[in-house]
């Protein structure tokens, strides 16, 4: 029951967990027992319900599949040696998807919706939570616009559903990224500071292109001077330069990210100097000559931390200090999973224990 909207269950059968290793399961091609789906018509939110996981019905000419309104959000439940189930920062990721909506002239999702249905759905799937010491359930909420209907407007009814799938032993390859100067994630006054599906789309092909030349990932500039750093991929970028933890600041072509604020939270709890703010390709490969870069690394929910160990540039391949020598990163990524799994302090909140 929420403030406003009961949640039906109907709860599946038979589980198929045991039919599954869940501590190493591929990635994002394995769904646990059941979604949450709420729809939205005639101006609010009116049902919703959690269901066994499965395909519903939908007609091709829902909007959302021509027109691209369309986000989601990707967040992750832990289970910790005590078999407790907590959910890492969930209303940070309610908050941005909030955001996305308003962009992209989508209705907001009620928090008690938002929370209520997603507490429900991890509490009847806690025994998906795998409880290795990476793994993690990825849960992805995502909101489309599914009028039946061709021709550009605004979508009049939408669902917001959200799926979770097991994340074994996530372990991340350190990583060599591309310069990009051509392609461009986000431009300004776009949509690249929410998580909009046709941001994802329309970085495939330069990716695809970096990856015939050796790379796993590009690393994007901004598309009116080609002289700073915005993100890698999909995920936040960061450099250890001398003492100082620099990333490029929040505007409207970077994604305000979670683990990046966290990340971010932990340097100023070291004391670290830490500087949100343009970082330059100049000043960058100036630290890689003179030997005070000292770490380079992606971050993101999927990975926590990408160490990238090469950066390619204008025909030459710069390598970057061995991850065996990255202080810095390895403590976050060590003190990440401590609080994750419940043997830290959380002293910032940031996890949320559901009630099994
Ligand atoms: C999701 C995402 C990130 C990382 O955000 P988290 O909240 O840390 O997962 C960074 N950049 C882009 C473009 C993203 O889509």
Same mark, same amino acid.
């Given at each position: ?16 967990? *045991? ?62 040696? $005590? ?15 909030? %955001? ?54 605004? *979508?009049? @009814? ?13 372990? *991340? +390859?350190?990583? %060599? ?10 431009? %300004?006054?776009?949509?690249? /500071? ?29 598309? +009116? ?6 993100? *890698? ?13 620099? @990333? ?27 500087? =949100?703010? $343009? ?5 960058? /490969?100036?630290?890689? =000559?003179?030997?005070?870069? %000292? ?31 990255? $202080? ?14 419940? $043997?830290? +302090? ?11």
């Amino acid at each position: 029951m929420t403030g406003t909207i009961d949640i039906k269950v109907e709860k599946i059968k038979k589980s198929r967990v *045991s039919e599954n290793d869940i501590n190493n399961v591929a990635f994002g091609k394995c769904f646990s027992d059941h979604m949450f789906v709420a729809e939205y018509a005639d101006g609010k939110w009116q049902k919703a319900s959690i269901m066994p996981y499965g395909d519903v019905p939908m007609s091709y000419a829902m909007s959302a599949l021509h027109y691209g309104q369309a986000i989601f959000e990707g967040m992750k439940a832990y289970k910790s040696d $005590k078999g407790e189930v907590s959910i890492f920062r969930a209303p940070d990721n309610f908050k941005r998807l909030n %955001k996305s909506a308003v962009r992209m002239a989508m209705p907001e999702i009620p928090e008690d919706l938002f929370m209520n249905g997603l507490i429900e759905l991890i509490r009847l799937d806690s025994a998906w939570v795998p409880s290795s010491e990476t793994g993690s359930l990825y849960i992805r909420p995502f909101l489309i616009a599914t009028d039946e209907a061709i021709g550009v407007k605004i *979508s009049d @009814t939408y669902k917001f559903v959200i799926i979770t799938c097991p994340a074994g032993k996530y372990y *991340s +390859e350190p990583i %060599k990224v591309l310069v990009e100067t051509n392609y461009y994630r986000a431009v %300004k006054g776009g949509v690249g /500071f929410v998580k909009a599906a046709g941001n994802y789309g329309r970085s495939l092909y330069p990716t695809k292109l970096a990856q015939q030349k050796g790379y796993q990932q590009v690393i994007w500039t901004d598309s +009116e001077t080609q002289q700073y750093f915005e993100e *890698s991929g999909t995920m936040n970028v960061m450099f250890v330069i001398g003492d100082k933890l620099l @990333t490029p600041g929040l505007s409207d072509t970077i994604l305000d990210g979670v683990t990046r604020n966290s990340v971010l939270a932990l340097a100023r709890d070291w004391g670290m100097p830490v500087e =949100e703010r $343009k970082v330059s390709i100049k000043e960058v /490969f100036e630290a890689i =000559e003179n030997g005070t870069i %000292k770490e380079v690394f992606g971050c993101g929910t999927a990975a926590t931390i990408a160490q990238i160990i090469g950066i390619g540039h204008n025909g030459k391949e710069y390598a970057l200090p061995p991850v065996s020598e990255r $202080k810095f990163s390895t403590r976050v990524d060590e003190t990440l999973r401590n609080i994750r799994k419940g $043997k830290m +302090e959380d002293k910032h909140g940031w996890m949320m224990k559901v009630p099994l």
